[in-house]
């Protein structure tokens, strides 16, 4: 009887250590899985904050031409701009801006704040953040303003390209 005894308490700590070693490795794979999405996160935000900074130097050149590279040349995308309400198409926004905002201006600076938000899915990527705009027109007028920033990004090839824009102005408080 303790013979047979034995050889079940042998196999009950045998069964155990069987679970003890499966939970180890799931703990472990969700462990890995965790550290890649931080990884994959401080990436995603440090590959954003320089895209969104070169963009707003791109864009501080005053010339059209200057931020074109981070732009997809798709005649279906809408552009949504402070003035006007929108543009269809990357040639369409790329003249209207030039009319509206660049033929007029001496100086533009565009500056992203700090506070970036960066969300991924796969191929396609949003950012929101803050802007400000200074603009000196060409009659030496200096406007500034707060801008709100949206783009939505899609991976191709090697680049983030922007299919979507969204800038608007918050209205003035009463």
């Not at 995603?44 to 963009?55: C, G, H, I, P, Q």
């Not at 798709?74 to 209207?96: I, N, Q, R, T």
Request: proline share 2%; charged share 25%.
């Amino acid at each position: 009887m303790a013979a047979s005894m034995g050889r079940a308490v042998h196999k009950n700590a045998e069964r155990w250590r069987w679970v003890l070693y499966v939970v180890l490795a799931i703990v472990g794979a969700l462990l890995t899985f965790v550290g890649a999405r931080a990884q994959q996160k401080a990436t995603d935000d440090a590959t954003f904050r320089k895209l969104v900074d070169n963009f707003c130097a791109a864009w501080s050149t005053g010339m059209r031409e200057a931020p074109g590279k981070f732009y997809a040349k798709d005649s279906g995308l809408v552009f949504y701009d402070v003035a006007p309400f929108s543009y269809h198409g990357w040639k369409e926004f790329h003249d209207g801006v030039q009319k509206e905002f660049l033929d007029n201006a001496s100086e533009i600076k565009l500056t992203a704040g700090k506070d970036l938000r960066v969300t991924r899915r796969g191929m396609i990527a949003w950012t929101i953040v803050p802007m400000h705009l200074m603009e000196k027109s060409k009659n030496g007028k200096t406007t500034e303003m707060d801008l709100r920033y949206t783009g939505i990004w899609e991976k191709r090839g090697a680049s983030w390209v922007l299919v979507h824009d969204h800038l608007s102005a918050p209205t003035a408080e009463n």
